[in-house]
């Protein structure tokens, strides 16, 4: 896996306000039709300037570095989260803020892992995407990039106005790791139900600053390694034996995020108790997650969710299930005991819960 150093043909800016890295990793935003117009088809990103010419009104140094070759956000996984974690520290200090461009599906996974890969972070970095490709007529793709583009140099008396892992998509601004896709045919494609905005974009851009991170206090530290062990168990009602325990007992599973009803609540069948049992025992953590969109997990507030908390597994509050995967590979990926990886799963570290219940 490699990044290709991209040219951008303009004259870069005499007094420049600032400096952008611009991540190409793939995904509709960097589509056009080919020759017959019948596919779609990566173009060269040294051409962007063209594609987007309001480029050149910026104040910025502007470069380009891009995934070759490009993906799918489908495909997608630890190694790029890794390598994008990578690629940031190595340009940390050359540059005021960084915009990733990325497919939609699974934008939140990757904005939630670099998150905690990020250990105070003090400077933007912004990821973006399409819903319509940007060699389209009506595409979203300038939009978005432009406008990412600006809150990622947007600095006030020196400072970032948001040194944080975030999303900006259609008009708004959200944390990263507090996001969730919604939707594949509207350009509101991503929603925040349990974390307001951190900016909406109408004639100028708002910034909600009393919900955004604070610059942090110590120098920025990047971790290099998750546990892809993991897997999801999302319940619904006749949910049966054979296919949790077949998840439970897999080879090698680490963690598990259990995707629950309302505030965390679960089955009690006895079956179903024996098998969570024996997992805890067996050293697999697991992570309780509410299905709902808003709201959060209330371990033992109901009889059917005292017995998870009587076990040893760990209320994720109100985190969003993409965050608690990404979590769960962090911190299980830690050199901590037992113990410390619950105790660190339970606590608020990016952001990404309200509070610990």
């Known amino acids: 896996m490699k990044f290709l150093k991209v040219n951008i043909n303009t004259a870069a800016p005499r007094d420049p306000e600032a400096s952008i890295l611009l991540i190409y990793t793939g995904g509709t935003i960097g589509m056009v039709s080919d020759k017959e117009d019948q596919h779609l088809v990566p173009f060269d990103f040294s051409e962007v300037i063209h594609r987007v010419p309001e480029m050149r009104q910026f104040k910025v140094m502007l470069t380009v570095l891009s995934l070759d070759p490009p993906i799918d956000s489908s495909n997608i996984g630890v190694e790029h989260w890794i390598k994008l974690a990578q690629v940031i520290q190595v340009n940390y200090q050359e540059y005021d803020g960084f915009v990733i461009l990325h497919g939609t599906d699974t934008m939140a996974y990757s904005a939630s892992a670099l998150s905690f890969l990020l250990e105070n972070l003090g400077k933007p970095v912004i990821f973006t995407g399409a819903q319509v490709p940007i060699g389209r007529m009506r595409t979203d793709a300038r939009r978005n990039l432009i406008t990412a583009m600006?809150?990622?140099s947007a600095y006030r008396s020196g400072k970032p106005l948001v040194p944080e892992v975030s999303i900006f998509f259609n008009t708004v601004l959200l944390r990263g790791n507090r996001s969730t896709k919604v939707e594949s045919r509207h350009f509101n494609a991503f929603h925040s139900g349990k974390y307001p905005q951190l900016a909406k974009a109408g004639i100028d851009i708002e910034y909600n600053r009393s919900v955004?991170?604070?610059?942090p206090t110590e120098p920025l530290r990047?971790?290099?390694e998750l546990e892809s062990q993991v897997a999801?168990?999302?319940?619904?009602?006749?949910?049966n034996k054979t296919l949790i325990e077949a998840i439970l007992r897999a080879k090698g599973l680490k963690g598990l995020v259990l995707e629950t009803f309302g505030a965390g609540n679960a089955p009690t069948y006895p079956w179903f108790l024996k098998l969570l049992r024996e997992a805890v025992d067996r050293g697999i953590t697991i992570l309780n997650v509410s299905q709902c969109e808003e709201g959060e997990v209330h371990q033992g507030q109901y009889e059917t969710s005292y017995y998870l908390?009587?076990?040893?597994?760990?209320?994720g509050s109100d985190i969003s299930?993409?965050?608690a995967v990404t979590k769960l590979m962090f911190v299980l990926a830690q050199n901590l005991t037992p113990q410390e990886k619950v105790t660190l799963l339970g606590k608020d570290l990016r952001g990404e819960m309200s509070r610990r219940s």
């Not at 999801?232 to 949910?239: A, E, Q, S, T």
């Open 309 to 315: 908390k009587e076990m040893g597994v760990v209320s």
């Open 321 to 323: 299930t993409e965050a």
């Open 212 to 215: 955004i991170l604070p610059p």
């Open 150 to 152: 600006e809150i990622a």
């Open 232 to 239: 999801v168990l999302k319940l619904f009602p006749g949910i």
């Open 222 to 224: 990047i971790y290099q």
